[in-house]
C-alpha cells in the first residue's frame, strides 16, 4: 500500500489524520515523533502502528522519516517550548516548516497536505501584527507553493476541545463560565472540531488528489475547514441544554497574552474565512460529513461535564 507520513500524529491535528487514514485503510500510515519513548508513542506503536524518529530542527532526520512515502500530512508548532516562548515570535515555526517541506521535496513526495492559518497581518492589513502562530504558518505555507511540491492546503478554525482541553469552562458555584475576550455576544467564531472533521478533510484530499478530474479541484487549493459557526453564547446555551447546568459565556478584557488578545479580536471582527459557507461546499462534494455544534455537545461535551 502507498504510504502517508504523519507529523504531529501523537498530537491532535495529526492524531485525527491518523485515525481516518487507519480507518479508510487505503494508506499505510507512518508516524513522526521526536522521541520514541514518549507514552504517546509508545501508544501507538503498541497498536502496531510504525512510528519513527523525526525532529523538523534537523532536516536530514526529516528526510529519513519521509523517505519512502508518497504523501505527507504536515502540521508545526508553534507551542513548542523550544519555538515559543523561546522566541517571542516564534520564527523557529518557519524554520521547522521550511525544513520539512524541502525535505518532502528532496525525497520525491508526490502530494503534501498542509495545515495553515490566515496571514493575520496582511489580512487585517497592518492592525493586527503579534498573531505570530498564524503569520508563521502562513509563511510556510507560501514556501511550500514555490516549493514545487504539489501540494493542497487545509485551514483550520478555533478548537472547540479547547474547553476541555485547556480548561476553558471554568466551574462555578452555578455551573461554568465561558471567559474570552475581545468577543461581544453577538460576534460569530468559526469552529474546527479537529477530532471530528479534520481529519476527514485530509483522508478526502488523499483519496482523490490523483484523480484526473477532482485532482484539478484540489492540487494548489485552499480548503478551509469550519464545522460550525456559533457566538459564544449560542456556544454556551447549546452547552447548558446539553448537561442540564448554567454556562454562561463571559466577556473579559484580555486574555493575558498579546498574541490571543489580536487573534481573538481579529476573528471577531474579520472572521477567518468569511468568504467560504459553511460548511465548505468544496469539502462536502468530495464527502467529508461535517459534525455539528450539537453533536460537538453529545459527545465531547456530555460525557465530560455532565
Known amino acids: 500500500m502507498p504510504i502517508i507520513t504523519i507529523f504531529g500524529a501523537t498530537g491532535n491535528q495529526g492524531g485525527a489524520v491518523l485515525q481516518a487514514v487507519l480507518a479508510d485503510g487505503t494508506y499505510t500510515p507512518r508516524a513522526v515523533s521526536r522521541n520514541l519513548d514518549t507514552p504517546a508513542s509508545k501508544a501507538l506503536i503498541a497498536k ?23 504523501v505527507v500530512f504536515g502540521t508545526t508548532n508553534f507551542w513548542d517550548p523550544e ?17 520539512l517541506v524541502d525535505a ?36 510556510i505555507e507560501n514556501h511550500l507553493k514555490a516549493s514545487g511540491v504539489p501540494f493542497a492546503v487545509l485551514l483550520t478554525g478555533y478548537f472547540p476541545e479547547n474547553l476541555y482541553n ?11 463560565r465561558i471567559p474570552i475576550p475581545k468577543y461581544g455576544p453577538n460576534d460569530n467564531q468559526e469552529f ?35 464545522s460550525f459557526k456559533a457566538t459564544h453564547t449560542e456556544l454556551a446555551a447549546a452547552i447548558a441544554k446539553g448537561i442540564n447546568k448554567e454556562v454562561k459565556f463571559v466577556q473579559i478584557e484580555t486574555a493575558g497574552l498579546q498574541e490571543f488578545d489580536e487573534m481573538y479580536e481579529y476573528q471577531a471582527k474579520s472572521g477567518m474565512y468569511s468568504d467560504t459557507p459553511v460548511p465548505n461546499p468544496d469539502l462536502l462534494a468530495l464527502g467529508v460529513k461535517f459534525g455539528t455544534l450539537e453533536e460537538f455537545v453529545k459527545r465531547e461535551i456530555v460525557p465530560r461535564f455532565s
Not at 495553515?116 to 497581518?121: F, T
Open 48 to 70: 502496531g502502528i510504525k512510528v519513527v524518529v523525526g525532529n523538523l530542527w534537523d532536516k536530514e532526520s526529516v528526510k529519513k522519516a519521509i523517505r519512502g512515502s508518497d
Open 83 to 99: 519555538v515559543f516562548p523561546a522566541d517571542p515570535q516564534g520564527k523557529g515555526e518557519i524554520t521547522q516548516g521550511k525544513n
Open 104 to 139: 518532502a521535496k528532496e525525497e520525491g513526495v508526490k502530494f503534501f497536505i498542509h495545515s495553515s492559518l490566515p496571514n493575520v497581518s496582511e489580512d487585517s492589513k497592518g492592525k493586527f501584527t503579534h498573531v505570530y502562530h498564524c503569520d508563521n504558518k502562513a509563511a
Open 166 to 176: 485547556y480548561g476553558l469552562m471554568e466551574k462555578t458555584s452555578t455551573g461554568f
Open 192 to 226: 474546527t472540531w479537529v477530532g471530528h472533521d479534520l481529519g476527514q478533510a485530509a483522508l478526502a484530499l488523499l483519496s482523490n488528489y490523483h484523480d484526473s478530474k477532482k485532482g484539478k479541484s484540489i492540487l494548489g487549493k485552499r480548503f478551509p475547514v469550519v
